[in-house]
C-alpha cells in the first residue's frame, strides 16, 4: 500500500529534529562523514575498517513511557547500537536512525526523541549522519552504528577466547534489572536510599555504552569480547560458542551494583535473576591473556572503570557459574535463567 | 523496561534466516564486506567513498498480509532503501536489517522475509552484512544500504540542478498507485486486461530499485538526482529546493504505464493523481545539461530502460506543472495533491 501523503509540517519536523541535534551538541561532520542527511543518502568516506551494528528499542519491549521520557528514549536507542561497537573495540563515528512515529504523537515529542540521540551522540562525538521518519502504529526508533578501526584486525570479534585467558567485566553488573523493578514497585523504591534507588533508576533510563573501555581493551590486547545486552550468563554462552571454547565463571565474583541485592530481596527474587541474567547493564565482558590482565586494568582505571576477573576459559562448550559454597550450577538451567 | 528473555529459538531461527539467505542467492562477502552477521558488528573495509541510507516498511503503513506476502514484504524493504542508493548514483553493496517481529509471527514467515530480502540481494549483488531482530507489537522491517563510489564526487547530490539542464525520468510513473486501486477493487482489475492487472499489481507488490539506471546516469553527467517514492510533484519539489531552481515539468511528457488512465477512469479519480502523487514507482528523476541528454538517454537504452525528457530547469524555486492546454497548475496546490 502507498504511505499516506506526507502530512503537512514533516519537512518542517525534519528540519527541527536537525536543529534539536545541533543544539544537543550532536557533532555534524567527522573524518568520515562529509555529507549528513538531507539528501537520498549520507556520504562518508573510510579511515581504514569499519564496524557496523544494528539495533532497535520498541514501544512496549524496551521502553515505556513514562517511566521514560522522550529523552531517554531516544538515548537508549543510541547508547545500546553504540555498545556493539564498544564491544568491538571501535571508535564510534556515524549514526543512521529510522524513527518509527505514531500519529498521536506530538512533535515536541519528537524532538525530545532528537534531543536524547544528540545528547549521546554529543558525548560519543558521533556524527547523526542520516535519518528517516515514517508514520507507524507504534513508537520505534532503529539506529544503525557505524564504527572504525585502523584495519579489520584491530576489531575485537567474539570468537577470539582461548583456553586459559582470564575472563572480566567492566563495571557493575544488576544495575538495569533492579532499576526496571524499582521503576515498577514504588514500594521497593521507599524502602531504599533515595541516592541508591535513584542510580538503579539512571540505570535502567540512561544506560552508557563503555565506548572508550571498549577501545581501551582492544588496544591492552583483548582476545574476545561481548556487550551484556541479554544477561552475563546468556551474552558469556554466546562468546563461548564463538570462541568454541568454555568459560568457568564464579558467581561471588560478579560485580555488583549497589542496592541490586537488596531489591531483590524486596522483591522476593534471587539477586543471581538481576545480577547475571537481568540484561541491559551494557558492561563489557572481556577475555585476556593472564599477563595482559594488569595493564587492562590499568587503562581502564585511568577511565575511572573498574575491570573485575570473574573467571577463565577452558577447553570445552558452554558456561559453568559455579556459587561460593562451590557447587556447580547446571549451564543450561542458568541459560535458561529468568 | 528489559526486554524479555529470548524465547527458545530465536537464536536458531536466526541461524536459519542466514540460511534462507544464502538460499535465496544473496551474496555473502564482496569487496568491502568481509565478516558478516554473527558478531557484535559487521567489519567492512572501504573503496573510495561510501553513501548510506535509511528506509523502512511498516504493516499498515506501506505494507499489509495479503495483498503483500511475507516475501514481498522483505522484497519491498530493500528495495526501497537500495532505491536511495541508486537516485547517488552509487554500487549498492551491503545492507544492514532490523526486522521487528510480532509474537504471533510464525517462523516459516520470518523465513519468507529473508527469503523476499535475499532474493533482491541476490539480483543487485548486495551483502546483507548484518541485521537484528527484536520483538514489536508489528511488524516492520527497517534497512540501511551502504553503496559506494570511487570518490564522494562521483555520488549525485539532489542539489546539482542548474538552469537550463534538462529534466528527465526513467522508466514509467502511476503504476503503484495504481497497482494499489487493483489490489484493493476487485471490480476494477475484472474490467482490466488481466496481464495488465498483473503487471499494476507487481508494481506495487514487488518494486525495482533502479540501482543500474542511476550508475549508468552519473556516468553520463547527471547533476542532480531524487528517486521517486512521494510522486514526481513532491519529488521535484525536495530536488528544487536542494538545488536552489525551479523545475518546470509538462504533464502531458510524463511516461505513464500501460493501465494507469483506464485504473484512474474506472476509480474516477484524475489520472494526475495516480500518475503525479501517488508515489512508490522508484523512477530515478534526473538533470542533465542539455547536450549530455542524447548519451544519457542511450546508455539506459541498453539496460533497456526507457528515458523520457519532461521538462526543464529554470531560475527560481518550487515546482511548476503545465497541463497540455498550456494552463499553469499551483504547484503548491500541485505539491499538496493527494
Known amino acids: 500500500m502507498s504511505e499516506p501523503p506526507r502530512e503537512p509540517g514533516e519537512f518542517e519536523l525534519v528540519a527541527a529534529i536537525r536543529d534539536r541535534l545541533r543544539a544537543a551538541g550532536a557533532p555534524e561532520r567527522s573524518s568520515s562523514a562529509i555529507l549528513g542527511s ?27 513511557v513514562p517511566p521514560f521520557d522522550h529523552e531517554q528514549v531516544g538515548r ?28 498521536g504523537l506530538a512533535a515536541e515529542d519528537c524532538l525530545r526523541i532528537a534531543a536524547g540521540l544528540g ?3 554529543d558525548e560519543h562525538g558521533v556524527v547523526i549522519a542520516g535519518g528517516d521518519l515514517t508514520r507507524s502504529a507504534i513508537l520505534f526508533c532503529a539506529v544503525t552504528a557505524v564504527g572504525n578501526a585502523e584495519t579489520p584486525e584491530a576489531l575485537v570479534r567474539r570468537s577470539g577466547a582461548r583456553p586459559g585467558d582470564a575472563v572480566a567485566v567492566t563495571g557493575e553488573l544488576g544495575g538495569a534489572a533492579a532499576g526496571l523493578v524499582v521503576l515498577e514497585h514504588a514500594e521497593i523504591a521507599a524502602e531504599l536510599e533515595p541516592r541508591v534507588a535513584e542510580e538503579l533508576r539512571l540505570r535502567q533510563l540512561e544506560p552508557q555504552p563503555r565506548l ?12 574476545a569480547m561481548i556487550d551484556i545486552s541479554d544477561g552475563i550468563g546468556a551474552d558469556a554462552g554466546h562468546l563461548a560458542a564463538a570462541s568454541d571454547a568454555r568459560l568457568e565463571l564464579e558467581l561471588d565474583l560478579l560485580p555488583v551494583q549497589a542496592g541490586v ?12 535473576k538481576l545480577i547475571a541474567a537481568g540484561g541491559e547493564d551494557y558492561e563489557l565482558l572481556v577475555t585476556l591473556a593472564p599477563d595482559r590482565v ?23 562448550a558452554g558456561v559453568g557459574l559455579r ?11 542458568f541459560d535458561q535463567l529468568d
Open 119 to 121: 545528547a549521546v551522540a
Open 294 to 316: 594488569e595493564a587492562a586494568t590499568d587503562a581502564l582505571a585511568r577511565l575511572g572503570v573498574a575491570l573485575t576477573v570473574i573467571g577463565k576459559v577452558t577447553a570445552g
Open 38 to 64: 538531507g539528501d537520498d543518502a549520507a556520504i562518508s568516506v573510510d579511515v581504514g575498517a569499519r564496524a557496523t551494528s544494528v539495533d532497535a528499542v520498541v514501544e512496549g519491549v524496551h521502553f515505556r
Open 261 to 272: 541485592e537488596a531489591v531483590a530481596g524486596l522483591a522476593g527474587e534471587p539477586a543471581s
Open 212 to 223: 572508550e573501555a571498549g577501545l581501551a581493551l582492544a588496544g591492552a590486547g583483548a582476545r
Open 76 to 103: 537508549k536507542a543510541l547508547a545500546a547500537a553504540l555498545s556493539d561497537l564498544a564491544a568491538m573495540g571501535a571508535e564510534a563515528s556515524e549514526a543512521y536512525v529510522q524513527l518509527g512515529v505514531p500519529a
Open 323 to 333: 556459587s561460593g559454597d562451590g557447587a556447580a550450577i547446571d549451564p543450561s538451567g
